[in-house]
Structure formats: C-alpha cells, structure tokens
C-alpha cells in the first residue's frame, strides 16, 4: 500500500521480514495493529461476535438473568511451563473464578501487553494454547485489545483477561455461605503448579517431571450442580495456594474451617521437592483445583460424583466448618496435634499466575 | 499477627516503613495482597459488589438484553500528563468503547500491573482519579486483580478495564452501518490527548498549554439517542486518531468517506505543535471525541443536541458517506484538491492510551 500513502503521513521503520517480532509500530491502532490482529489473533482466536470488529462485543442475554464477571491479569514467569503456559492459563483462569459462583462461563474479553521484540512465533503459540483452552471450557473471546510497550518494560507478554458467566436460577454459592457442620471437598492434589513453574525458572536444579494442573474447571462444577446437591461454597485455591485460598473464607463466612493434614492429596514429587526446598505444599498455588463446602448430607453424592469426573478423580474430603475459633484454619497434624494454619503473609513464589 | 504464624510458614521481607512502595510480596495472593487491597483499592474503589470479595462478581441483568463488552490495556506513558492520568483513561476508554454500540455501560472490571517499587501514592492517586471518573460516567467498578511483576519488568503500572453495558431495545449502532448519503459529525477539536501526553513526556520542548481530552462520552451518547434519531455508527477515534477510524469504519461498511478539511475542528495551539514536530492532527489520538454517522435527515436535530450537551460543545458536521471508491477516506483539502486519508502506518506516538 506504500504507493497511495499521503506524502504528509508520518513514516515509520518496517516490521522485521516476515514480521517475526513485536515491535511498537504493532501498538499504534494503525496498518500494523491491524495487520497482527488479522493474521495472528483473528486466525488463532477468530468467530462471528469477535469478527465483528466493533469497539466493543455484542452478545446476548436471552432472559433476566445473574451474571458473574470475573478479571485476572496473567504475568506468569516463564511463559511456558511444564504442563501449560500463559495463555492456557489465561483461559482457565478466568473461566474458573467465574465458575466459582456456579455460573456457567460464556464469553471471555483479552487484553494484551506486549513487548517490543517478542517473537510473534511465541505469541502464535499463546494464542494457539488459548484456542484450545476456550474449546475445551466451550467459551467465546468476544473482545481484545493489544498494546505494545518497549523493550524492558513488560517481560514478553501479559495478558488481562475477563470472564462472563450465567448463573443459574436458584444459585446462590459465595465464600460468605460456608456454614458450622459443613463438609470441606477438595477436588485433588495440591502445588502442582507452582511446583511446576519453579521447575521452568530452573529453580529445582534437577527434573522432577510434575506438571502443572492448569485446568478449566467449569465442567467439573457443572457435574456438581447436576446433583441438585446444596452447595455453600466453590473457590479455587491459586495464588496463595489452599491455605490462604481456606483462610479467606473462614473470614468472610465468620466460621472456623478444620483440616486432616493426612487427608489432603499431594503427590509424593511436589513434597519430596517441597521437603528439599522448604516450602509448604499449603502455600502453593494450584491452577486447576476446587475446594467445595457443602451441607453434609450432600457430601457422598458429590464426592462420588467428582471421583467420575476429569479434573476430579483425586478429590478427597479434607475437613468440615466449626463455629469457632470464627476466621481461623485448623489443622490436626498426622502427629495428633493441631495447629494453626494462617494465610500466606508476603511473598513466596512471585510471579506464579 | 507475626506471633501466630507456624514455624513452618516461609518468612517473608517486610514492605518498608509506612507501606510506601509495592514490593513483590504485594503480588503474592497473602496478607501482603489482601492489606493492599483492602487499604487501597477497597478505600478508593469500594461498592457492595466489588466488596462481596468472591473470585467473580454477581451483577443482576433485570431483563433479557443484549450487552456491549469491551476489554482495553492501558500502558501510557507517563501515567499523569495535562488533563489526565492512566486511571482516568482506563475507566473513560472503557467506558467509551462500551458506549460506541449505544450501551448504557454499568459495571466495569480492571486488572492492574505494578512494578515493584511503584510509590503506593502514586497508585492511590489513580485510584481517585478512576472513582473520579467512575462516578462522573455512572459505572460500578466490581471486580479486581492486582499482579506484582519485578522492578523493570512493567512501568509503573498497567490497568486493563473490562466495560459491561445494556444496549438499549432497538438500537443497533456498528461500524458497519454507515451507508451513502449519511453525515459525519464529530464532537469536537482533534488532537489534544496526543500533544498533551507528548508535552508531559517533555518531547516539546516548550509548554503547549495543551489538555487532554479524556472524558467518559456516556451522556453525550444518551443526549444524542434522547433526540430518537436513527444513528448508524459511533465511534470514538483513539489510537490512531480520526484518520484512521474512519478507516476502519469505510472498511468495515464498504463505503467512501469525504471529509472536509477547513470543517474539521483543531483548535490553533494543537495545529502549531503538528506544524512544529511534523505531525498530522488527523493521526493524532482522541480521548474524549466521538464520529457520528446518521441519515441527513436526523443530522440537524443531533448535531444541535451535540452543541448544547458537555463534551459536544464544539460539534462539527465533518463530511459525507458516498458509495464509492468503497473502503476509502478522500478530503476536500482547503487548496480545493481532494486527497486520499490512508489509515496510520506503523509507529507514530506509542503508548498513547
């Protein structure tokens, strides 16, 4: 199009050939931007409502309805990592916290960070990964946006994403509802992400070939709800890892949560690499794992129905809601004795989501 | 709190003295999050259903409808600049691009990037700025994430605003629409949000007086659909500036656009800047303008009820859809030639918005 550009229009250094890196031209909204979104996003994220190229998606609500809205920036390092990278869990992310109000996930929306002298070959890759992560949860990305910044001043890519869900009629679940006699589920095992992702910073200093459980989630809390069990509680226990994730809703819910240390599921790699490096598998973060709190009564029902259910065959019941001490996690050791379990205070694994 | 952590929880760096700075820890999902989050973000930003506290929020939908969504980065550089600040800018951008289907936008999601080290003042004078704008537009911020990346790994800070509005019965606004024989009015001067952030990054050497342009357009759409006009597209030229959205919108609706060069309004500061650094305002980015493509016959009524309503005070009816060459923009130059607008090429002012 060189020949019909006005002499006034400013000019600007070209892409590298075959456009293989990012560079801030692809920021500017003008031909280049166009030209990314086209053959990078459009091709690896394309259909109807995304296509439609608006400044903002069009989608429909056919009857009165709740809705669950959900944003998670993705900063993840590396990209990649045993068992996944940002882009999958950029989906499932999402697609799981709106999940956890029982809704079922629908559209998604994606904004990217970009920086300048990322290979667009890493990014396709992203975008590939992000494909089959939205097919397997069955959501849309109806809307994007993509910037740019300089070198040193992102680490690759980010990537925002936001997720809307339907919740259904009669739902009512909220980290509020946990209740005294309740029963704590706990869909499998613990830290296998951040365990994962340390291994991909070369942390371990050896392959201890455990895989990130990144996951979209929706699926097995639809399996769930096919119960027509009550359900007080569904959270997903990332950043933070169970501790923190159970800390949070002993204290919006003013109830005191008790664990069975020899009851919660963790694979003997991540404690063995947990034991060598110091850390606790409680703290860890898990990308593809539900606490679920429930009435007793509809504890067997669900359980057996999450042990037949992907992403739910290691589920185990780890503990049960007392009154008191209100807002507090307490666990009975296997030695016998309890301790207190506190939320995560500072940092431990930076950059895990 | 420090006296009941367990002894086997991983000790963590304390933030410094007053909490003054984001340091990694404020990334990490725990305590240091949840203080953050609760003294900051909660203080500036909080409302029943942002402070519900669980993974999504649950807003009500009273009717079946259909919904505008729109998701934008914001990675300006520098974060405040005359008019502005990235805050604002991330609630307005959003809050437009939902507006630009004729939504009523109601609820807004944002994900936030902050560099270790970013003054948590800063951070909190975002915040105000973003309640600011917020309230002025009539939108509920109800969900939230804040990532933690390394010092010289983002720029500050990123926000990236998700936008949720109604769209009206009836209404049907898109880029496509435009059709031969409509008018173009837009809402205003060109230019301003691109030389004041220029000036702000101290490229001008000199002090324009220049402002920003950034303002939520929300109400300006309701006046102008209020008239019970048929409009067929709004669009906001951002990114870009005017030339290239009337690119896309040519594109998009297979038409010719015309423009008049002496209507289109630049006020006399922002055209000597350009005429100083060699910019054309036609590529400049707007944050606080919108382009309005209706039928003649509704044009007088909107183009008055623009004149009369904040933000529209310096409306200009700017050109004409034709048929044909499809997908082009022409303009009438004020030397009485007529010229070819192409869409902006590569880099021009990067990170604008």
């Given at each position: 199009m060189t020949d019909s550009l006005p002499n006034d229009q400013i000019s600007c250094p070209l892409?590298?050939?075959?456009?293989?890196?990012?560079?801030m031209g692809h920021g500017s909204g003008g031909k280049m931007t166009h030209d990314l979104i086209k053959k990078t996003f459009y091709?690896?994220?394309g259909n109807p409502i995304l296509l439609s190229k608006d400044d903002a998606a069009n989608i429909g609500i056919t009857e009165g309805c709740k809705l669950a809205v959900s944003i998670d920036s993705h900063v993840v390092f590396p990209l990649f990592f045993p068992g996944g990278d940002i882009g999958r869990l950029a989906v499932c992310g999402t697609v799981n916290d709106v999940s956890m109000l029982g809704a079922v996930p629908?559209?998604?929306?994606?904004?990217?960070?970009?920086?300048?002298?990322?290979e667009v070959s890493i990014l396709e890759k992203v975008l590939a990964s992000m494909r089959v992560a939205a097919q397997e949860a069955g959501v849309y990305i109806v809307a994007g946006d993509t910037k740019v910044v300089q070198k040193g001043k992102a680490d690759g890519l980010y990537?925002?994403?936001?997720?809307?869900?339907?919740?259904?009629?009669?739902i009512e679940i909220s980290g509020l509802c946990a209740q005294p006699g309740d029963v704590v589920i706990l869909s499998g095992t613990i830290g296998d992400h951040g365990i994962a992702v340390l291994e991909a910073r070369n942390e371990l200093g050896f392959t201890s070939g455990i895989?990130?459980?990144?996951?979209?989630?929706?699926?097995?809390?639809?399996?769930?709800?096919?119960?027509g069990s009550t359900i007080h509680v569904l959270r997903d226990p990332t950043r933070g890892g169970l501790a923190t994730t159970l800390n949070e809703i002993a204290s919006q819910s003013q109830v005191c949560i008790t664990l069975n240390e020899s009851s919660i599921p963790v694979t003997s790699e991540v404690m063995a690499v947990c034991e060598l490096l110091g850390y606790d598998p409680l703290y860890v973060a898990n990308e593809g794992k539900i606490i679920v709190i429930l009435p007793e009564?509809?504890?067997c029902d669900v359980f057996t129905k999450m042990q037949n259910t992907p992403y739910g065959e290691r589920s185990a019941i780890i503990g049960r809601v007392i009154d008191a001490p209100k807002g507090r996690v307490l666990m009975k050791t296997s030695l016998g004795t309890t301790r207190i379990v506190d939320m995560l205070s500072g940092e431990m694994l930076p950059r895990i989501c």
């Open positions: 892409p590298l050939p075959h456009q293989q890196v990012i560079v091709k690896a994220l629908m559209y998604l929306t994606a904004g990217f960070i970009l920086e300048e002298g990322l990537i925002s994403t936001c997720g809307i869900g339907k919740i259904p009629p009669g895989k990130s459980d990144v996951a979209p989630l929706n699926h097995l809390v639809e399996a769930i709800l096919s119960t009564q509809f504890a």
